[in-house]
């Protein structure tokens, strides 16, 4: 059994290995699920919790919970982090830009082999991992005493597996189901958890079984940290009003499938889940500051099935990942109601990719995910890996973003390289998210902009690989594209895109926060005036509306008469507002493509023109 054992932990430790993502040697890293309209759950508002104070100082030094500088990007991933004065930067930073969510990259867990001895050993190789070793309880390895205890119950209990799952938080006492067999062992400065948990993944409600019948067990040693970082970032939460979004263990990978959660090792994953969610329950219940939970397992959106039906051949067609996720949130709404899970699949436009996915097809993914109970749906724009373009439907043919070649090819245009832009994704996933809210189903529809461009230009961190950061200018064209359709846009990632560069792109926001970006515009009379409104972000009195089509004289620049003028539909983006102004619509062709160019009244221009099509 040790052998058979050996062979399924390395096969899944292989593929999980694959997606973590890269630090300098010797540290195990994070693992993000990245290659880099009507109701809503309460509990992530895009309306910010209220900072404690409006300025403090402790020991990382003085720090303002204002919000001067706010944009239309209102979440960002962070890494985490050993240094506590890193955090408190890193919440004020992104808090002076008006962000209000913070989400945590996690890691996953793996199953690992060991030696005779019962070491656990490295995901390569047969070297003990030096990251486990010092587990010893009375001289002898963790997993090994582990066995010891459980035979000693019953002689014919056995350990069939090991999982290892390593964090920078620190447990209580609810993450233990029976005590006698379960414990937190400390050596010096270094805090393991061990969890014993039955092969079947039962996770029986006491510890008679163990000694009533012999059984096989796997066994969970987790490394974790003295302090817990999870409640510090909630403390700070409080303290600058941002909700944190921590993320739950990622699933082991299918070694045949590597996109697919592994059926091996998922019920114990599981358990694992519900023990953490157990503590969490116990010691954040109630706090505003814990906006809901990230899955991390990445997937790519596309058409996918989930019934969840109890049938066990219907079952079978499920797609094992949607499993995995209808299962944690199962688990979640058991033991913290009303906190949703987050999850941020990837798009791929790509036509010369057989696994790419039109609109449809991703709007179909969206209908499956919605199914799982998920209650945050932000799908990865997928511009900063170059798989899907920012162009409007009158720019098909023009060519790509020079940026985007690396990906696409030097001569490829916008319509021959992708089925569809990234507004055509979000529209077909907003239009999709209203059926699933007509079902009964609590979803909400998120966009996550990336902030990095295919290929390294101003180089960041080892960790980012051949990622560069990308500029404002771009970004607010992200923003404009996906605005129109989503009731709030995060950004992957803060740590270490926004923050990297001098000018960093965190210090761009800052000096140009208040540039107008608008996501869309629609006739609409006031009165009995034929005009437009504008839908966007910073378009105050004093700001100018230009409009051009091809065949026009002289464009039109039009001062915006009103702001705010309507009632605004449900669910819009934090700070997103409207501008009206008179224009004559009859004047405009019909079936013409309309350019509608804002700019402030201090003359900074949009970065990203809207491109309308509007009949008579």
């Not at 409640?231 to 990622?250: H, K, M, N, S, T």
């Not at 989503?486 to 761009?508: I, N, Q, R």
């Not at 039009?558 to 605004?568: F, I, R, S």
């Amino acid at each position: 059994m040790r052998w058979f054992t050996a062979l399924l932990g390395v096969a899944i430790l292989a593929a999980v290995a694959a997606i973590v993502l890269v630090l300098p040697l010797g540290r195990d890293a994070p693992e993000s699920g990245r290659p880099p309209v009507a109701s809503s759950p309460s509990t992530t508002s895009s309306a910010a919790l209220t900072p404690e104070a409006s300025a403090f100082t402790d020991p990382c030094g003085t720090f303002e919970t204002e919000t001067p500088t706010p944009y239309a990007v209102t979440g960002y991933w962070l890494i985490p982090t050993v240094d506590h004065c890193t955090w408190r930067r890193q919440l004020a930073a992104i808090h002076e830009v008006g962000g209000d969510t913070v989400i945590r990259i996690g890691w996953g867990m793996q199953a690992r082999r060991v030696d005779d001895e019962g070491r656990v050993l490295a995901n390569e190789g047969d070297e003990v991992d030096a990251r486990y070793e010092p587990c010893v309880e009375d001289g002898l390895p963790c997993v090994a005493a582990a066995e010891k205890d459980l035979k000693a119950a019953n002689p014919g209990n056995r350990v069939s597996w090991t999982f290892v799952y390593r964090t920078d938080e620190a447990f209580g006492p609810d993450l233990f189901r029976c005590p006698e067999f379960e414990r937190k062992i400390t050596v010096g400065k270094t805090v393991f958890y061990r969890l014993i948990t039955t092969e079947d993944g039962t996770d029986d409600a006491s510890c008679a079984n163990i000694t009533a019948k012999g059984r096989g067990y796997h066994v969970i040693l987790i490394a974790a940290a003295e302090k817990d970082s999870l409640a510090e970032l909630l403390d700070l939460g409080d303290q600058f009003g941002v909700r944190v979004f921590p993320a739950l263990p990622l699933a082991p990978r299918d070694p045949a499938q590597k996109t697919r959660a592994a059926k091996q090792g998922t019920s114990t994953l599981i358990t694992l889940t519900r023990r953490i969610l157990q503590d969490y329950g116990a010691r954040f219940q109630g706090r505003d500051s814990l906006g809901g939970f990230y899955q991390p397992f990445e997937l790519q959106m596309r058409e996918m099935r989930y019934t969840g039906s109890i049938d066990p051949v219907e079952a079978e067609k499920d797609h094992p990942t949607l499993k995995v996720y209808a299962a944690q949130h199962q688990i979640v709404e058991q033991e913290m109601p009303g906190k949703p899970i987050l999850v941020s699949p990837y798009l791929d436009a790509r036509k010369d990719r057989p696994i790419s996915a039109t609109p449809k097809q991703v709007a179909a993914g969206f209908e499956a995910l919605a199914r799982t109970g998920v209650g945050i749906i932000a799908p990865q724009d997928s511009r900063g890996t170059g798989k899907v373009g920012l162009f409007w439907p009158d720019q098909r043919a023009d060519p790509v973003d020079e940026r985007l070649a690396p990906v696409v090819g030097e001569t490829a245009t916008n319509g021959g390289a992708y089925h569809g832009s990234t507004r055509d994704y979000y529209r077909e996933m907003a239009v999709a998210r209203e059926r699933m809210v007509e079902q009964g189903y609590n979803v909400q529809l998120w966009a996550n902009v990336e902030a990095f461009e295919p290929a390294k230009g101003e180089a960041c961190e080892d960790r980012t690989g051949d990622r560069g950061r990308t500029d404002k200018k771009r970004l607010d064209t992200a923003v404009t594209q996906v605005g129109r359709y989503v009731s709030k846009v995060v950004s992957y990632m803060w740590s270490d895109f926004f923050t990297c560069g001098s000018p960093s792109l965190a210090e761009e926001i800052v000096r140009d926060y208040s540039r107008p970006i608008p996501v869309d515009a629609v006739r609409k009379e006031r009165d009995i005036q034929d005009g437009m409104e504008v839908r966007g972000y910073n378009m105050p009195l004093g700001s100018k509306v230009t409009i051009t089509w091809d065949g026009q004289d002289t464009p039109r620049t039009v001062e915006v008469a009103g702001v705010d003028l309507t009632e605004p539909p449900p669910d819009l983006p934090a700070r997103m507002g409207t501008a009206w102004i008179p224009f004559d619509w009859t004047q405009v062709p019909d079936d013409t493509w309309v350019r509608v160019e804002v700019a402030s009244p201090d003359g900074h221009q949009a970065a990203e023109a809207l491109h309308v099509r509007v009949s008579a």
